[in-house]
């Protein structure tokens, strides 16, 4: 009983997480527990495996043929990495904002849509329903009253600050349970940035938002729990603000002084 | 030494412009009399009767020439635009490693076989076969230079559509994949439609090729003029038209004056296929 509970407050549950890259070791027994609904944040220098992690919860890691991954992953109590998972379903259920914003060149009705086209399969998606949907996906990322009037246009057209939100609009349709986020502000300017964070401080509550970031002001200000990495492995994980208050590591707190990274 | 080595830089980069301008005058001034006399237009594209040897009456309809020409290669695109985008696909979307480049030398391969040899194959593989297969008197046909012109064609028109589909970025397949994409979806709803003008561009070039092509055309198409009802036809191609009886007749006569309005209208053709397929790779028909 008492695991289940457990498991029900946790969205990510890692154990014994080793991953390779060709023979290069990238992630050393990594155990995390990443609570339902917050916002955690990942930080450590470049090259430490915070992205790396991040593309191992939804196997997007995976594209590169040369990745080896022991240990389990499990996300809302299921092992994502068992044989006969449905990746389609892995991905519906995990969404992942990139560093660059990649809308598809698709416009920007057809980007939100994208993805509920594809978890309907076969089944067509009406018009109206369409529109719904999108209006819907719109409006939780802030981005409905700038773009209602051109959805059919390309979403290329579209400044980086909105591309981004067009980014996390497109997860939403399929209800996604966690939504991955790699350094998802680098590509823009301070007031993007700023809008971009505001976005990802509403939507928290009813997503589990993992943020790797390089900007330690960020994960300050933006997080709710912080995970601080170094080569692979895992050093601290504490609720944000006794992380850069009272390192429990002499690590952690040379990083959040800035003596490396 | 640098100035020398410009100017033959520079002359080679013009003599592209320099040829293409001195073959167009030359065919043009070849043809121009025959254009200006002896040429009716109407006779030229409605009449199917080809007939410039004709002791009294000589006729000059270029109409079963056109249609041998545009059944022909009508018939080696059906064969060839599946053939080749299925090879750019498993070459630039399956294939891995060694594989690929094996497969992308071997295309360009493929692409160098002299077309005499693609003549021979259809004349003296591909005929026997369409007889029995099909039980017709004839297998020098439409079908024959049809699949024959398709298997020719496929090659270059796989190397393009194949850059066309390297083209589109990457992060797109990542982000449609993250989004939980099957690689045929990716490729279907992203990448394809993404890459939809170097596929457009790689299906004219084969078009081109198609029109241009002579030997081959002229040895497994039966060379005789008909309007084609069905693909067991023997037809007659412009280009074979043009190699088969330019050897044949005095220079100045209108039946020599014909042939070169014949490549005149060739040139056109091929000349506007090419110049459509360029500025479809460059997008200008994008809205």
């Known amino acids: 009983m008492d695991s289940e509970l457990q498991a029900a407050a946790l969205a990510i549950e890692t154990e014994k997480l080793n991953l390779w890259y060709g023979t290069f070791q990238a992630l050393y027994d990594v155990d995390l527990q990443i609570k339902r609904g917050r916002i955690t944040s990942m930080i450590g220098p470049s090259g430490c495996g915070k992205t790396t992690f991040l593309r191992s919860v939804n196997r997007i890691n995976e594209r590169l043929g040369y990745v080896r991954t022991m240990g389990s992953i499990r996300v809302l109590g299921h092992d994502i990495y068992r044989p006969e998972v449905d990746l389609g379903q892995v991905r519906k259920q995990v969404g992942m904002v990139f560093q660059r914003p990649n809308p598809l060149p698709l416009s920007i009705r057809e980007n939100v849509i994208f993805g509920y086209r594809l978890a309907m399969g076969q089944q067509k998606v009406s018009p109206a329903e369409r529109d719904e949907i999108v209006e819907k996906a719109l409006r939780q990322v802030l981005l409905w009253d700038t773009v209602k009037d051109r959805l059919g246009r390309p979403a290329i057209g579209l400044s980086l600050e909105e591309q981004q939100k067009l980014c996390i609009a497109r997860l939403l349709p399929v209800k996604p349970a966690v939504l991955l986020m790699d350094e998802p502000c680098s590509a823009l300017d301070p007031k993007g940035t700023e809008a971009v964070e505001e976005l990802i401080w509403e939507l928290r509550g009813e997503y589990t938002i993992l943020i790797v970031t390089h900007n330690m002001a960020q994960a300050r200000r933006a997080s709710e729990e912080c995970i601080f990495m170094l080569l692979g492995k895992v050093i601290e994980h504490t609720p944000t603000e006794e992380i850069f208050v009272t390192p429990e590591n002499q690590e952690t707190a040379d990083y959040i002084e800035g003596r490396y990274g | ?287």
């Open chain 2, 1 to 287: 030494m640098d100035k020398a080595v410009q100017v033959l830089v520079f002359v080679g980069g013009v003599s592209a412009i320099v040829f293409i301008i001195g073959i167009f005058v030359f065919i043009t001034k070849e043809g121009l009399p025959f254009l200006l006399g002896r040429f009716d237009v109407a006779e030229f594209f409605t009449s199917p009767r080809w007939r410039p040897t004709s002791e009294h009456n000589p006729t000059y309809g270029a109409l079963a020439l056109i249609a041998g020409t545009a059944s022909v290669t009508g018939l080696a695109m059906l064969v060839a635009v599946p053939f080749s985008l299925g090879a750019a696909i498993y070459i630039g979307e399956f294939a891995t490693g060694k594989t690929r480049e094996a497969l992308k030398v071997l295309v360009e391969l493929l692409a160098a076989i002299p077309s005499v040899v693609w003549g021979f194959i259809g004349l003296s593989i591909m005929n026997p076969l369409i007889i029995k297969t099909f039980n017709v008197p004839v297998g020098l046909n439409v079908l024959n230079a049809g699949f024959i012109l398709g298997l020719m064609a496929a090659p270059i028109m796989t190397t393009i559509a194949e850059d066309a589909l390297k083209a589109v970025p990457d992060t797109y397949r990542e982000a449609a994949e993250a989004m939980g994409a099957t690689r045929w979806q990716v490729i279907f709803r992203v990448v394809i439609p993404a890459a939809k003008n170097g596929l457009v561009a790689a299906v004219l070039l084969g078009v081109g090729r198609g029109f241009g092509e002579t030997m081959a055309v002229l040895m497994a198409s039966g060379h005789s003029i008909n309007l084609p009802t069905s693909i067991f036809d023997s037809v007659r191609a412009l280009t074979a038209t043009i190699a088969a009886e330019l050897g044949e007749t005095a220079v100045g006569s209108d039946h020599y004056r014909a042939l070169f309005t014949l490549g005149i209208f060739l040139f056109l053709i091929t000349f506007i296929i090419n110049l459509t397929a360029d500025l479809v790779v460059r997008g200008i028909r994008k809205k």
